[in-house]
């Protein structure tokens, strides 16, 4: 479970972040939604200890542990604590192997000092285990764009923060990754935190869901609320 209470961020002095209120159940999706430059990004990297927050609080729980607040806790730490982190943009070690993708992303996360690849790799990604001694940077994009999902996994995290997942992606694929979100999220009971300027994945993938707008949380709610039409007129772009 991951609580955010009136959170703030600045850029020098630039407020990025205004009094930004969430919380992940344990189990539960949920989407971050806004136009471009809202601050949906950086509120995820303050969550991972890669930007200082500039005010409020962080309380995290790994299931089966105590809570604990977030902000003692060292950006290197908090993939041990069960948070783990697929950013936009993010690239493979394009000349390891598949299997060695996977085995670097694993000793950063709580299963250091035992490397075994969880079998969630192999039964969500079975094209991608089959060429798991192939090199990365040769595989096919859509097979690349699994194993940066397998690898954010490798770690077995509680919470899987995921940026822009299909972006860019063919609707087809983009499709096929939001299931597999899917599927995490409800076979595996991982939480989610899903980011997209576009609702379709949110849709798909997510119960609930947070819009924020020019840093301030405007609105959030059930996921069926999206279809209300309350939220369109945040999302338009101009
Ligand atoms: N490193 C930085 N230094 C200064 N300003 C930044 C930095 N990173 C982001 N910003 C600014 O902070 C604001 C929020 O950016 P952020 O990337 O969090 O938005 P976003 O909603 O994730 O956008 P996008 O959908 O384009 O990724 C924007 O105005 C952006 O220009």
Redesign the pocket.
């Known amino acids: 479970m991951l609580r955010l209470r009136s959170i703030s961020q600045f ?1 020098g002095d ?1 407020q ?1 972040l205004w009094n930004v209120d969430l919380e992940l159940p344990h189990g539960s999706a949920t989407g971050i939604i ?1 136009q ?7 509120l995820a990297n303050c969550i991972m200890g890669h930007l200082p927050i500039g005010g409020g609080s962080m309380v995290w729980q790994q299931r089966g542990a105590r809570a604990e607040d977030l902000q003692a806790q060292p950006a290197e730490a908090r993939a041990r604590l069960g948070i783990s982190y697929l950013p ?1 943009g993010c690239q493979l070690f394009s000349q390891l192997s598949v299997e060695e993708n996977l085995l670097i992303a694993l000793l950063a996360g709580q299963q250091a000092g035992h490397p075994v690849l969880p079998t969630l790799v192999s039964h969500l990604f079975p094209a991608l285990w089959q060429r798991r001694h192939l090199r990365s940077g040769a595989l096919p994009l859509a097979l690349q764009q699994q194993l940066m999902l397998a690898r954010a996994l490798a770690p077995q995290p509680d919470l899987l923060i995921v940026d822009e997942p299909t972006a860019g992606m063919p609707s087809a694929q983009a499709e096929e990754t939001g299931e597999r979100l899917h599927q995490l999220n409800h076979e595996y009971g991982l939480t989610l935190l899903l ?1 997209a ?1 576009h609702t379709a994945v949110i849709r798909r993938t997510a119960n609930a869901f947070l819009l ?1 707008h020019h840093g301030r949380n405007v609105a959030q709610g059930h996921v069926a609320e999206l279809d209300s039409g309350a939220v369109d007129e945040w999302l338009a772009p101009g």
Do not use: E, S
């Open positions: 850029y630039r990025v806004g471009p430059g809202m601050g949906k990004t950086t936009q980011i300027r924020l």
